[in-house]
């Protein structure tokens, strides 16, 4: 029987200072796993370790450049020689920007790619690579329903999260055999820091005409979905995409107000 527990599982979550990464890191904690939080902001991230530690959690902050491969290794070694293991990764450290595809320009392209798609690459090896070699692991990424769907203003965050998708296939295709499994998260409108600075008010009215539970959603929300990915019992879940999006990705037409679910034909 599932018990959505971790003790004695020592858990990295990039991003994890703020939004989706701080929420599930006290999900992790409450479900008894050590917690190491990587993040760039220095300030949060040392606050968020010493806010779970005064929960009784272990808790550390390593300062995290996902796109910077020394400070990926030297992270994966942190986090290695404080806990002999490395058994979950919740690589959820990101950029976004809405942008027009013609008005992207090259550097604004490289970075979002650096960091959402080369930054998950790095993180999910690193630590694959003490996984691999323990015989279990869970690690799960982070795409977005826009990696998923065509929207405007999403090339590069776009085509950077749709990547992280296929490389969550791959990773998880050849790790299965060592007891490792690979998934990714595809929030759909979750609200964050990034998005309150993503988002205009055009956005959200767009979001919200095509979202099903007619919100957004809430990082908790994420974090829960993510905890299920990270337990022993999830081993038989492996390579996959999964949405948490109030139904954004399966819905068509929606109908709100009187009458909306009467009966209607395609």
């Known amino acids: 029987m599932c018990a959505f527990k971790l003790e004695g599982h020592a858990a990295v979550v990039t991003g994890g200072a703020s939004g989706i990464g701080l929420a599930t890191a ?78 992207t320009t090259l550097a604004e392209w490289n970075h979002i790619i650096a960091v959402n798609l080369t930054g998950s690459f790095l993180m999910m090896q690193a630590a694959g690579a003490v996984m691999v070699e323990a015989g279990y692991g869970r690690i799960i990424s982070m795409s977005s329903v826009a990696g998923l769907r065509g929207g405007t203003g999403r090339a590069a965050y776009g085509a950077s999260k749709g990547g992280v998708a296929a490389l969550t296939r791959v990773m998880a295709a050849e790790w299965a055999p060592f007891g490792v499994t690979v998934n990714t998260l595809a929030p759909g409108p979750v609200e964050t820091a990034l998005v309150k600075r993503m988002h205009d008010e055009e956005t959200r009215r767009s979001y919200l005409d095509r979202v099903p539970v007619n919100r957004y959603g809430a990082p908790e929300e994420v974090a829960a979905a993510a905890l299920y990915l990270a337990l022993p019992e999830s081993g038989y879940i492996n390579g996959v995409t999964l949405p948490v999006d109030g139904g954004f990705d399966a819905a068509g037409v929606l109908k709100r107000g009187p009458g909306g679910s009467g009966t209607s034909a395609s």
């Open 26 to 103: 006290h999900t992790l904690a409450d479900a008894g796993a050590a917690v190491v939080i990587a993040d760039l902001n220095e300030e949060a991230g040392a606050g968020a370790a010493e806010a779970l530690k005064d929960r009784g959690a272990q808790a550390q902050f390593v300062r995290t450049d996902v796109a910077e491969a020394g400070d990926v290794e030297a992270l994966i070694a942190a986090v290695t020689e404080r806990f002999g293991s490395l058994e979950i990764l919740m690589h959820f450290a990101g950029v976004g920007k809405e942008i027009l595809a013609l008005e």
